[in-house]
């Protein structure tokens, strides 16, 4: 959006008339029917909003968030089956596309017909017989594809298997020459409407997540009348109303069929263009709609009084970020936006005194041994005090969503819980907390879970200080080789490129020679050339002029040698690398030992 929605404060609906319950309004609310047609929805916001029917259209786009949900409602299924935590106009899109991809996985495999086409869609009314009078009556989209044979998801029936081929019968297998899945025969125009139900490509719609609308906003784009809820006025509405002998599906000839309505005329004012006309505007231009919603958002929040008589509220949009949507994301938050008090500290587990840092391929948070100098390891408040800003990326610790945090109380140990602000455990008055998986290895993920006392939960915030001036600089005297011990090679760094590989050792190469290095600025030990003096980097392919995350450690037992990117490697198959973890001999006299591809021997000059 290019603007924020207006708040405004100063209403005063809520007139005390029971002094023992000052919060219930005696003025009784009024309801929109949600089973009502066109009209009935537009006397609702004529009568009690002042909408006209542009208004009304472009506030309906709101249906683009969320989902129905049938203990509240009776109404099932979602408005939009892939995008319900997005706000843009694909509500718009759902209602009026006549052709529009088909989605049933988590994949976003587009599934089309059996020549890979963008499917047809289309509109049926059902009612499942949730109320006394059968209904409530709702609308649902189908489309007109092949079962999804790449993924081979969406509840495959033994029929649709065939449609995909099946190996253990020796079958030609889809998608194959083009084609996704097995033709039929006929295609959609040549088959009669109760043949479109049945065959490879068939109506079908999204299991579970089904594409719906209900009959009042419908009723904006289709010219229907309704009778007790039941829609009336199309062809496809003749056997469909509730009562003895009645189909619940709309239907034509007997079969399951769109009911055929024509595109809805009513216009507000009359001199305007229809509501069916906005509904197709705003699927082809999202940002029309968005400016158009937030002025009839404004005005029905207005609703009774003048604008005089309120107050736009504080600025809530100045400043603020919000977590990003994505699959992989079960919350979403909002935050005013703190520079970081640079004190800087790791955040211990107590589970095996593992560190949080961020991967630096997926920018995800994870656990790690704790690499002296790695300011991927390293964090500090924002001055709110609720962000936590990692010191090499400047990301904020986000896990799934959410990015303002809390210090829980600190157990006996010294420990304490990171929990969300705002946030509790489903329905239970407990915080919801950081929780990193039990396993004590390098590169465990890290989730939330209700708040416990348990030692994967625990976390302690370790400040890093610095060294006096006096220490600031140490370079060890003696030089060495970093030698494999599976091939003999030893890094070799190119300085003209600053690029590091593996060689054949040549006695006295100050190119091939490393020392170890320290700084007071930075905690760590790095490895630094002889011959140029620049620090050999977190990859190991290269080096740098900086001590910027590439400390190093080496265990003399394993032979390891391992940055915060994991550990330096040769393998047969590959060139000088990194790897998240070792690889370890599971049998014979060195059992437990790494493979030599990952062992390396400091060899002095």
């Not at 706000?87 to 994949?107: E, P, S």
């Not at 289709?222 to 599906?249: A, I, K, L, V, Y």
């Amino acid at each position: 959006m290019s603007k924020p929605l207006t708040f405004r404060t100063g209403r005063a609906d809520c007139q005390v008339t029971d002094p023992e319950r000052p919060y219930i309004a005696a003025k009784e609310e009024v309801h929109p029917n949600a089973v009502g047609s066109g009209r009935d929805t537009m006397d609702f916001f004529q009568t009690q909003f002042n909408l006209n029917g542009k208004e009304a259209v472009a506030l309906l786009g709101a249906h683009t968030f969320g989902r129905l949900f049938v203990k509240n409602s009776l109404f099932r299924y979602t408005w939009t089956s892939s995008g319900t935590r997005m706000f843009n106009n694909d509500y718009f899109k759902m209602i009026t596309d006549k052709q529009r991809w088909f989605f049933n996985d988590g994949v976003c495999t587009k599934v089309g017909d059996s020549a890979g086409n963008k499917p047809h869609r289309r509109w049926l009314t059902h009612y499942r017989g949730d109320t006394k009078n059968g209904g409530p009556v709702h609308w649902i989209s189908e489309s007109y594809v092949c079962p999804n044979c790449e993924t081979r998801t969406g509840l495959l029936t033994k029929k649709d298997r065939k449609c995909c081929g099946r190996p253990k019968h020796n079958e030609l297998l889809w998608p194959r020459d083009g084609q996704f899945c097995k033709p039929d025969t006929k295609s959609l125009d040549e088959k009669t409407i109760g043949e479109q139900d049945r065959g490879c490509e068939k109506w079908r719609f999204v299991m579970g997540v089904d594409e719906m609308a209900l009959p009042a906003e419908m009723g904006l784009y289709f010219d229907f009348n309704q009778t007790d809820g039941f829609p009336t006025g199309c062809p496809g509405f003749e056997r469909f109303h509730g009562q003895s002998g009645s189909s619940s599906w709309s239907s034509v000839g007997g079969a399951r069929s769109d009911p055929q309505c024509e595109k809805q005329s009513l216009a507000v004012p009359a001199s305007d263009n229809s509501t069916s006309w906005y509904m197709e505007e705003y699927a082809r231009n999202q940002d029309l709609w968005l400016a158009d919603f937030g002025e009839a958002m404004d005005k029905m929040l207005a609703n009774g009084y003048l604008i005089d008589e309120l107050t736009v509220g504080e600025d809530q949009w100045t400043g603020v970020s919000c977590s990003p949507r994505s699959r992989e994301q079960w919350y979403s938050q909002c935050w005013q936006e703190s520079e970081s008090t640079g004190e800087e500290f790791t955040i211990e587990s107590q589970l095996d005194g593992r560190v949080i840092q961020i991967n630096q391929e997926t920018g995800e948070p994870e656990m790690w041994e704790r690499l002296e100098g790695d300011n991927g390891q390293q964090w500090s408040w924002s001055k709110n005090m609720d962000q936590l800003i990692n010191s090499k990326t400047a990301q904020k610790l986000n896990i799934n969503g959410l990015v303002l945090w809390q210090i829980d109380e600190q157990n006996e140990t010294g420990f304490s819980g990171l929990v969300a602000k705002g946030f509790k455990w489903q329905q239970e008055d407990v915080p919801l907390g950081v929780y990193r998986n039990w396993d004590q290895t390098n590169g465990q993920t890290i989730g939330l879970h209700k708040a416990t006392q348990s030692p994967n939960q625990g976390f302690k915030l370790n400040m890093i200080g610095s060294a006096s001036d006096s220490e600031c600089e140490t370079e060890e005297e003696t030089s060495f080789f970093i030698e494999n011990a599976r091939t003999g090679l030893v890094l070799t760094l190119d300085a003209s490129t600053g690029v590091v590989s593996s060689a054949e050792k040549v006695a006295g190469a100050d190119n091939q020679l490393w020392k170890w290095s320290a700084s007071c600025e930075i905690s760590g030990d790095f490895l630094v050339s002889s011959e140029t003096g620049t620090f050999l980097a977190a990859s190991v392919t290269e080096t740098s002029e900086l001590r910027e995350g590439n400390a190093w450690v080496y265990d003399a037992e394993m032979g390891t040698l391992k940055s915060g990117s994991g550990y330096a490697r040769v393998l047969k198959r590959k060139p000088l690398g990194m790897e998240g973890s070792v690889k370890l001999l599971k049998k014979g006299p060195t059992k437990g030992k790494p493979w030599k591809w990952y062992q390396w021997n400091l060899v002095k000059n």
